[in-house]
């Protein structure tokens, strides 16, 4: 089984810093995947960035990033120089290699303030 | 090319009542699977579809029922609706990668509250 660990339930930050979102897992499948949706107020899921459990670096995606140390479990996002439209919900999630389905953390929600 | 739908958007049900989600996807995904989302709660699965005429429990499938006659549909039914599925249901879409990168690809969801 698998699970995910997003330790917090709020954060706030101000435009154009930097922000970090955690995100800890638990699993005993040797290849896995890790993913970040983001849920804004309009309630759909936008998929925001993928890595792999064997991917040597880190993956980027625009002012998006991964974090990932393996060792530590962690695969915490980073968003660069923020934007009032990041202020959402986001969510980690994971899914063992050649399955069709995801586990998903309770969620962080960002507030970005001008 | 729609993505992945979901009928309807909105939906009240008195407690007993029995009703159909409907999810459909145009992109001959082979994998298909019916969230719900709680407060607090993140997403959950409840059942999920690998092919037609193959389904699965998920986490939290009780008062949940799937079947997957082809594979642009997979609609779930709440055989008995209770206040405790009160609830927004996302019905996701993926295509079988042979890989750890299954990006799900997610409808826009159904509101639904239980009286």
């Known amino acids: 089984a698998q699970k995910i660990t997003q330790t917090q339930p709020g954060m706030f930050v101000q435009e154009k810093e930097a922000v970090t979102l955690d995100c800890t897992y638990d699993?005993?499948?040797?290849?896995?995947?890790l993913f970040w949706y983001k849920q804004p107020s309009s309630g759909e899921m936008i998929f925001l960035i993928y890595q792999g459990s064997y991917d040597q670096q880190n993956a980027t995606e625009g002012r998006y990033s991964l974090n990932f140390q393996k060792a530590r479990k962690s695969a915490n996002l980073v968003i660069s120089a923020s934007q009032l439209g990041d202020s959402a919900m986001y969510f980690c999630a994971m899914s063992p290699s050649g399955y069709s389905t995801l586990t998903f953390g309770k969620g962080t929600m960002l507030l970005v303030s001008p | 090319n729609a993505g992945v739908t979901q009928t309807p958007k909105f939906q009240v049900l008195k407690t007993g009542q029995s009703m159909t989600l409907q999810c459909a996807q145009d992109?001959?995904?082979?994998?298909m699977s019916w969230y719900r989302q709680d407060p607090g709660m993140g997403l959950r699965l409840i059942h999920y579809?690998?092919?037609?005429?193959?389904?699965d429990q998920g986490e939290v499938p009780n008062g949940y029922n799937v079947s997957r006659s082809t594979t642009e549909d997979f609609p779930l039914r709440l055989l008995s609706a209770a206040p405790s599925q009160t609830s927004v249901y996302f019905c996701?879409?993926?295509?079988?990668?042979?890989?750890?990168?299954?990006?799900?690809?997610f409808g826009p969801g159904t509101r639904l509250t239980v009286l």
């Open positions: 579809s690998v092919g037609a005429g193959i389904t």
């Open positions: 996701a879409s993926s295509t079988n990668s042979g890989s750890s990168y299954n990006e799900q690809f």
């Open positions: 699993t005993s499948d040797p290849s896995y995947g």
């Open positions: 992109m001959n995904h082979e994998y």
